[in-house]
């Protein structure tokens, strides 16, 4: 698999054999980590890290990976000139001089297309409101591990499917053949030409993308129970309470779980709202009610959550995606 020089802007751009390809070296990456072998083959590079967003996990996994393969990185966040003061068209430029490769995450995938089309060097989408690409490989990787496959999987998904995580699922279980059930209210469904253009991948996968508004019928049986945050991030505050109206009968609880395969999984890509811990968790919990919102304490503390192993998984993902698109030399 030669990936060297490819940006990393969605899946769409990535066949099934060269995903799973960058899935088998995660699982190699990350063995050789818990061995202790070094794997700084790209020492002496730079790269460099744009958050316009906040990030925990995918600031952490791309500093650990870069650094683990002998790669300096520098993060930008408030206090550079990008958009402000500089567009990125000339950010991009400025950029592309001195580093080999650039990590972003903002707003409009239309930004990180423009940062690779004017810096000339391998840019990685870090999470745009469109696509979530980077998430989706921790995923499938979380999930091969578990169940020892991905083809014919029923993965459901609870909550606004009309967003990054949402869109990127229906992009990658297509592509791998696994059974995708989008379940929320009509308007949270992700929109028809995403769902058309997915259709060809399923055709060859043997997967599917199901568009379901009933929980009973969308958690039956399914090997996968995924939720994400009702509101992301950019999204303005008044948004909430028609949210927590539209999605509160789309929590995933012990009642949801108890439809799902006895063997089911939960999921989430993280961070989360499972209890009042937390500033926003707090207000928004007390102002309407909640104890928690898109998923129970109970399932996110359960043993059929694996939040924690999809979380330790960024690293390895990302550290395949870094390694591959600047040159594997294994
Ligand atoms: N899941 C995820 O992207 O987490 P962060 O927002 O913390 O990076
Ligand atoms: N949909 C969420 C994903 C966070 C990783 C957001 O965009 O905030």
Redesign the pocket.
Known sequence: MDLKGRNFLTLKDFSPAEIIGLLDLAADLKEKKKKGIPVDIHRGKNIALIFEK??????CAFEVAAHDLGICTTYLAEGSQIGKKESIADTARVLGRMFDGIEYRGFEQTLVEDLAKYSGVVVWNG?TNEY?PT?MLADMLTIREHFGKLKGLKLVYFGDARYNIGNSLCIVCSKLGLNLTLCAPEKYFPNKALVDECEKWNQESGGSITLESDVDKAAKDADIIYTDVWVSMGEPDEIWAERINDLKPYQVNAEVMKKAKPTAIFMH???SFHDLNTKIGKEIGEKFGLTAMEVTDEVFESKQSVVFDEAEN?MHTIKAVIAATLGNNF
């Open positions: 906040t990030s925990t996990r995918t600031r999470l979530h998430q890509d993280l961070p960024r």
